[in-house]
């Protein structure tokens, strides 16, 4: 029972490192430079490592991929989180208008997050540059931020995809832990910043000078994972036991 107990806790602290941290509004970040270097006109693309300032230092929190081609930042600099929602905002559209993420760019960062992406697309290899930019991407081409041309990863990003696509249509609806950073410049004035409500669109106009790039966030429920790691460590210790036995 011991083992057990001690093979739940040291899988639970495995679980968190892979999905660290949480943000919320008025939260400081950083992105930093992660595989894939998209780069072009007016654009430029994960995948992003997102860092979070806590008692003076930087907590990893997870990769992500931007959903703006015409917003930006700079890599290492200090943003605000202004809040956590299902939509981007200031997508460069006259007047701003909120953007819902689709269902299939849900499921293709979650597929990501859960390191299954590769199961369901030939040719996408995590920790590969051309991977990454490829599923950049398709991100945008869902989110209708560019096209894609049909050639080098632009092929990938299609096959991504169209994958998605698939799985989205051939599984019934479900709720993807997937979020969109909705963020701004460090030099926000706070009061701005506790004013604004993605659902209010007459507290944006305020914020336009101060807009940056948004970018996606996975929010597992915790509770969840809980019972996700524990239900293997039971498996693990069972089949264990068993052979023990049979021993």
Do not use: H
Request: glycine residues 8%; neutral net charge.
């Amino acid at each position: 029972m011991r083992f057990i107990c001690l093979l739940a806790l040291t899988l639970s602290l495995v679980a968190n490192s892979c999905f660290a941290g949480s943000l919320s509004k008025g939260d400081i970040i950083r992105l930093d430079r992660g595989n894939g270097a998209v780069q072009g006109t007016n654009s430029n693309g994960g995948e992003f490592s997102i860092w979070k300032q806590v008692s003076g230092g930087w907590e990893f929190i997870a990769k992500t991929f931007c959903l703006e081609s015409s917003e930006f930042f700079v890599l290492g600099e200090s943003l605000k989180v202004g809040a956590v929602t299902g939509s981007s905002f200031f997508n460069g559209m006259t007047p701003p208008t909120a953007d819902p993420l689709d269902s299939t760019t849900k499921f293709l960062y979650d597929s990501y997050m859960q390191g299954t992406l590769s199961s369901f697309v030939s040719g996408y290899q995590y920790g590969n540059a051309d991977s990454a930019d490829a599923l950049q991407k398709a991100i945008w081409a869902i989110e209708g931020e560019r096209n894609l041309t049909g050639t080098g990863n632009d092929i990938l990003a299609q096959s991504l995809i169209n994958s998605a696509t698939a799985q989205v249509a051939a599984n019934p609806p479900r709720s993807y832990p997937v979020l969109v950073l909705n963020l701004f410049a460090i030099n926000t004035p706070d009061a701005l910043l506790n004013a604004f409500n993605p659902l209010d669109s007459s507290t944006w106009a305020a914020l336009q000078s101060y807009r940056k790039q948004d970018q996606l966030y996975y929010a597992p429920e915790p509770a969840s994972l809980t019972i996700f790691v524990l239900g293997l460590t039971l498996a693990g210790a069972n089949r264990i036991r068993s052979r023990f036995r049979k021993a």
